[in-house]
């Protein structure tokens, strides 16, 4: 993030949370590639010059609306351990799916480009949350970059299963995703 301003002023954060929630409803409206930074700016009735302050461009503020929104509902099925095992692959499976699903009724014209955008920031999202589970639970003497690279896979492993979500059902889907991921978990945490 661009911002050079402290977070923690209220100001900077209720602009921040404009810019994003004004993309928001821009993006129930309009598909992503014809939302201009412009479009954002009126939406949120500020200037371009605070849009740049809190984010260099449109891609980084997507990143930040999916992020977010995948967040509010990942985190509530994890609970507050570290675990990593088959109840959480099931949960963060399902999440992503049902997050998937609700992109595609949120987002006004879901094309083959906005789905990409939102696949491969998850991708990038479940493998550091793989990766934090992974290396709180890991044995001892893996190497860290060992560990993120099984996290990616693990990652993206679970983000393309979930994205198969409208050929294949859900039960399907996590009862393979859990044959193939959780071997390679326990090798690394057994």
Do not use: W
């Not at 900077?12 to 939302?35: A, C, D, P, Q, W």
């Not at 906005?114 to 550091?128: A, C, F, G, N």
């Not at 793989?130 to 190497?143: D, E, G, P, S, T």
Request: hydrophobic share 40%.
């Amino acid at each position: 993030m661009s911002l050079n301003i402290k977070k923690e002023d209220p100001r900077v954060r209720r602009t921040h949370k404009l810019l994003i929630e004004s993309f928001g409803k821009l993006l129930t409206l309009k598909n992503y590639e014809s939302i201009s930074i412009t479009d954002i700016t009126k939406e949120a009735d500020v200037n371009r010059a605070t849009f740049y302050a809190h984010f260099s461009d449109k891609d980084e503020l997507f990143e930040e609306v999916v992020n977010e929104s995948f967040q509010k509902i990942l985190d509530p099925a994890l609970g507050e351990n570290n675990d990593i095992n088959e109840t959480i692959i099931r949960k963060v499976t399902i999440s992503l799916y049902e997050y998937l699903e609700e992109m595609e009724g949120k987002c006004s014209q879901y094309n083959d480009a906005t789905k990409l955008l939102v696949e491969h920031k998850m991708k990038l999202t479940l493998s550091e949350f793989m990766f934090h589970r992974l290396k709180q639970n890991c044995k001892v003497n893996i190497a860290e970059n060992v560990l993120k690279v099984n996290a990616a896979m693990i990652g993206n492993a679970i983000c393309g299963a979930a994205c198969m979500g409208n050929t294949t059902s859900i039960d399907i889907l996590t009862d393979e995703i859990c044959y193939m991921v959780l071997p390679k978990i326990n090798s690394l945490t057994m």
